[in-house]
């Protein structure tokens, strides 16, 4: 089983869709949580971290439920420029190696 | 971008050439990690480390791969005698290794075996 795994998609919606992707992980030592976008032959960029209690950046909401070791982002009124790949990322504390683990990616294009 | 800065962009390597990427963390970020990505696929984690320290190198091929980061300059992440299969985007990522932090990507280096 991969450490994190997502939907590869392609997700096509139109613009205007509100679009979900899902992301799960399987260390329950992973401590921390990000949301990442990559445009093609791009570096990744963060998009946003992912708290606890569910955090909010304009059209973007992310939500971490912590028990079921999953990871949501939810894109409201998408734009032509949202199209990308989103990589659900997560951090894990092992003694003192804290690296960043990598979903595939959810690849999103958003039509006019 | 937070300012990672990785050189060459591209490089272009002939087969058993060696091929030495550079990476400048953002300043003050004493962490690093280097990550491949081949075409059409995802980052593949290589290795993690601290100035002067290799903290985890469990990504990175058991041969012709080397990584180091001294105390001063940059990281390099070296590859001896180049293959084709070696051909892929290679990114750096700096952090400040605190739990929370995020990490910020440089530009990468693509890096083709011909």
């Known amino acids: 089983r991969k450490e994190v795994e997502q939907d590869p998609g392609p997700f096509n919606v139109p613009e205007g869709a509100t679009v979900a992707f899902n992301c799960t992980y399987s260390n329950s030592a992973s401590q921390s949580f990000f949301w990442y976008r990559q445009d093609c032959r791009k570096e990744p960029k963060l998009l946003m971290s992912v708290y606890s209690s569910g955090n909010e950046d304009g059209r973007f909401t992310a939500q971490l439920n912590r028990a079921s070791q999953y990871i949501s982002l939810l894109i409201r009124d998408s734009k032509l420029s949202d199209s990308a790949t989103y990589l659900c990322v997560v951090k894990a504390s092992s003694g003192s190696a804290r690296q960043l683990t990598f979903g595939s990616g959810t690849q999103l294009t958003v039509l006019p | 971008n937070a300012g990672v800065m990785q050189n060459p962009r591209h490089l272009v390597r002939r087969r058993g050439q060696e091929a030495r990427l550079r990476c400048s963390p953002v300043?003050?970020?004493?962490?690093v990690y280097w990550y491949r990505q081949l075409p059409e696929e995802g980052l593949k984690f290589m290795v993690y480390?601290?100035?002067?320290?290799?903290?985890?190198e469990s990504g990175m091929p058991k041969e012709r791969f080397s990584a180091e980061f001294p105390k001063e300059g940059p990281s390099i992440l070296r590859i001896q005698q180049v293959v084709r299969g070696d051909s892929a985007a290679y990114f750096c990522?700096?952090?400040?290794?605190?739990?929370?932090?995020?990490?910020?990507f440089g530009q990468g280096t693509r890096l083709t075996v011909v």
């Open positions: 990522a700096s952090s400040t290794g605190a739990d929370w932090a995020e990490a910020f």
């Open positions: 480390l601290q100035k002067e320290n290799i903290i985890d």
């Open positions: 300043k003050g970020h004493s962490h």
